[in-house]
């Protein structure tokens, strides 16, 4: 197993940092995942500051992880200057007509399917409007092979449960393991709001 001191070393607290996941959250993955994916790789929606990314890292042999904004970009890339195994993508999953753009300069002239296709895990954890998890779910779906599905904010933002709970319902995705902390804990000491179900899920897909 891989060293959790290793992993962990440089994480934040969402109790710090209300944009990255709880350290209950990545424990969780670390126990799920563990060292049995070290052969394959994660895509990850939504880079932000690149906490995730990093602790990704550890447990994937690539990992590609996609922004619109080049300042989280860059400061996810300080943050992980150390991981050799990590691909940024710059781009715009919402709008066809924005380009990826590699941080190496290369632009890519189109979205979703220009990302390596093997992928075997989808980090979602971009926009929480109802429609754009709803759509990143889809196109992981489509684009690559039954891959496992992470949801992050399923019990704090409602719109993230209800594109979850609608794609069980269609019999696309099938929840396997709720992760993170439980309902009725407080994550958010900023806003003191309880989450109304599990931080996170892990999902298997259907089809």
Not at 27 to 40: A, I, M, Q, R, V
Not at 42 to 47: A, C, P, Q
Not at 100 to 118: A, M, V, W
Not at 134 to 147: E, G, T, V, W
Request: glycine share 4%; aromatic share 14%; hydrophobic share 35%.
């Amino acid at each position: 197993m891989i060293s959790k001191e290793m992993v962990f070393e440089k994480n934040k607290s969402k109790l710090l940092d209300k944009s990255t996941t709880s350290v209950k959250f990545k424990e969780d993955l670390y126990d799920y995942f563990g060292d049995n994916y070290l052969d394959k790789s994660i895509l990850e929606l939504g880079t932000h500051e690149g906490y995730s990314t990093r602790f990704f890292s550890f447990l994937f042999k690539e990992v590609h992880t996609v922004d619109k904004l080049k300042e989280y970009l860059e400061n996810a890339a300080k943050l992980c200057d150390d991981r050799n195994n990590i691909t940024f993508w710059e781009g715009d999953l919402y709008n066809p007509g924005v380009h990826f753009e590699l941080s190496s300069g290369h632009r890519i002239p189109s979205l979703f399917g220009d990302l390596p296709k093997n992928i075997s895990v989808v980090f979602i954890d971009a926009s929480h409007l109802y429609p754009h998890v709803f759509m990143d779910a889809i196109n992981s779906i489509l684009y690559f092979d039954k891959p496992i599905i992470i949801f992050d904010d399923y019990g704090y933002e409602y719109p993230v449960k209800k594109a979850v709970d609608h794609l069980v319902e269609l019999k696309l995705l099938k929840i396997v393991q709720k992760i993170g902390h439980s309902k009725d804990e407080i994550i958010n000491p900023h806003n003191n709001r309880k989450l109304f179900d599990s931080e996170g899920v892990i999902c298997k897909v259907l089809i």
